[in-house]
């Protein structure tokens, strides 16, 4: 009964539509729609978000319609009258010149800093006289200004280098050490002993074996340093974590040779960040690839991996060039012909010009 009386209803509602559309009542009709359209714009937006344009129009139109009919709009009257108020004040409001000094050039900001990066020991007043001799008249206090907004310290702290100028420079005289663990296919554990140089990134493996001892390792350390020779005056510290299989007397023997051992903090790889990034690599590339029988196996593998890893696999923080980098020749690109040359059975490629 409720159902056929809606449907009843509706019926006269859209017949007096249909009337009022052929009597010239369209307009109305659209403005039932628009209204019934905003009606279910409203349950969906709480707060609608309004352009400056948009405000002003609304503004406009609020004088026009009488204020009993406000109830129209989708604001409040508060919101139509206060942005009357503003839109009023904005037009009668002249523009005042900013106060205070007037901005920098951009042009001499970027100066500025571009001065005082390539130029680490420079103060903002060093900064300030070297723009003056150029031609710029700026005060030391905005140079000071410049400087500080952009995060760069304008006091002469700065006079001391960065920290990759000092690890840059410090790496020349520094060596790594670090063991590395193999197990073979009989489940049995191989110790692996290696030193890196931190400067080239030059890998020295000194010793396999499967039972590790603080003798064994002090012979390998001296082993090393005569494998050296002359470049061994050169280093002042050895890096290594604090393994008890690194005795006092192979302290010994790099003290003795002046070169200050430096233990890395418990439980702390990063210390030694770079053997440990061989280390990965070493296993990504190779030992992680293959099989291991025993000591002799894993010994020749690892002398043609580290012959390969010295002599030819580029490094990001060399310029994409190996530790013991190659002369160069100049290469007539049209004629050269690429050969491969298979490393650890064709695990590894190794890419070089024909002869």
Request: proline letters at 6%.
């Amino acid at each position: 009964m409720s159902a056929s009386l809606i449907y009843l209803v509706l019926r006269q509602v859209l017949q007096l539509l249909t009337h009022l559309a052929r009597d010239g009542g369209a307009k109305d009709v659209e403005l039932l729609v628009l209204r019934h359209q905003v009606a279910v714009l409203r349950r969906q937006v709480h707060r609608p978000e309004l352009q400056p344009a948009d405000r002003v129009l609304l503004a406009a139109l609020s004088r026009l319609l009488p204020r009993p009919r406000w109830s129209t709009f989708f604001v409040t009257p508060a919101t139509l009258l206060r942005w009357h108020r503003q839109l009023i004040a904005r037009h009668w409001t002249y523009p005042h010149p900013r106060p205070g000094r007037p901005p920098v050039d951009r042009e001499i900001r970027d100066l500025v800093l571009r001065l005082a990066a390539e130029n680490s020991t420079w103060g903002h007043r060093r900064v300030q006289g070297e723009l003056a001799r150029l031609g710029y008249q700026i005060a030391s206090s905005t140079v000071w200004k410049i400087l500080h907004h952009a995060g760069v310290d304008p006091a002469p702290r700065r006079s001391g280098p960065t920290w990759q100028q000092f690890l840059t420079a410090q790496a020349h005289t520094m060596l790594a050490c670090d063991f590395f663990t193999v197990d073979t296919v009989f489940f049995q554990r191989i110790y692996v002993l290696f030193f890196l140089e931190l400067a080239t990134r030059r890998v020295h493996v000194v010793g396999v074996t499967a039972h590790p001892t603080g003798d064994w390792v002090t012979q390998q350390a001296r082993n090393l340093l005569m494998d050296l020779g002359d470049r061994a005056e050169k280093l002042r510290f050895l890096v290594r974590d604090r393994d008890t299989k690194f005795t006092a007397q192979f302290d010994t023997v790099f003290t003795a040779a002046g070169v200050e051992v430096i233990r890395t903090p418990p439980q702390a790889p990063r210390a030694n960040a770079y053997a440990e990034r061989w280390v990965g690599s070493v296993r990504r590339e190779c030992t992680d690839r293959m099989l291991i029988a025993g000591e002799r196996h894993l010994t020749s593998v690892l002398t043609e991996y580290t012959a390969h890893y010295n002599d030819h696999r580029p490094h990001r923080s060399l310029s994409q060039r190996p530790p013991n980098p190659p002369s160069r020749h100049a290469v007539n690109l049209d004629t050269a012909r690429v050969q491969r040359r298979p490393i650890l059975g064709g695990l590894i490629s190794e890419y070089m010009q024909a002869a």
